[in-house]
């Protein structure tokens, strides 16, 4: 989920002469506390760690790649859904779904890099894709704060939604494997 000061925003705020700026991004247009700004960020850890073992359990009975088109449809539409936001409690809901599709890629993706990767170079490969969170993590927040400045931070979410709709064709379009 995309998180810098761009997007999430401040709080509104008034001096000692009792003037008052109006908040910025998330925290600003729905006037939220620090509290419930931090709360979304657990929303999404709460849907990521929820659904990961659901996601790792139901590849007994399901194609891997089958799940995590439907795990990334799912954070696709719940980036969008954090993008037309009109409540807290509306983008806290989305932000855990984030989550929820989030843990389908998570939790299934590494177990096919350890079934298909060359055996000299599963750690590299491994390495790879672990190097890749924080990564995007830390895009994120550029990105998030790029877009929060320049536009609106609803942009920003639209525009992840945007940017993943290729990767979900993908996953339901891709062979399905099992895996071992």
Request: net charge negative; with cysteine; charged share 10%.
């Amino acid at each position: 989920v995309i998180a810098s000061n761009g997007v999430n925003g401040s709080i509104r705020t008034c001096d000692d002469k009792g003037i008052c700026t109006s908040g910025s991004g998330i925290q600003g247009e729905f006037d939220l506390t620090n509290f419930q700004d931090g709360l979304l960020s657990s929303a999404f850890m709460v849907g990521l760690l929820v659904a990961s073992p659901i996601f790792a359990s139901l590849t007994k009975s399901h194609h891997p790649f089958r799940l995590i088109g439907v795990g990334l449809s799912v954070w696709t539409l719940a980036a969008a859904g954090c993008g037309s936001a009109f409540s807290f409690w509306f983008i806290a809901i989305c932000f855990r779904l984030v989550g929820v599709g989030e843990a389908s890629f998570i939790s299934l993706a590494a177990p096919f890099i350890d079934d298909s990767a060359p055996v000299s170079q599963k750690t590299a490969w491994l390495a790879m894709f672990y190097i890749c969170i924080p990564t995007g993590i830390a895009v994120g927040y550029v990105y998030g704060g790029f877009v929060g400045s320049q536009f609106n931070w609803r942009y920003g979410f639209w525009g992840e939604a945007l940017l993943m709709l290729p990767f979900t064709v993908f996953g339901f379009a891709f062979e399905p494997l099992q895996l071992k």
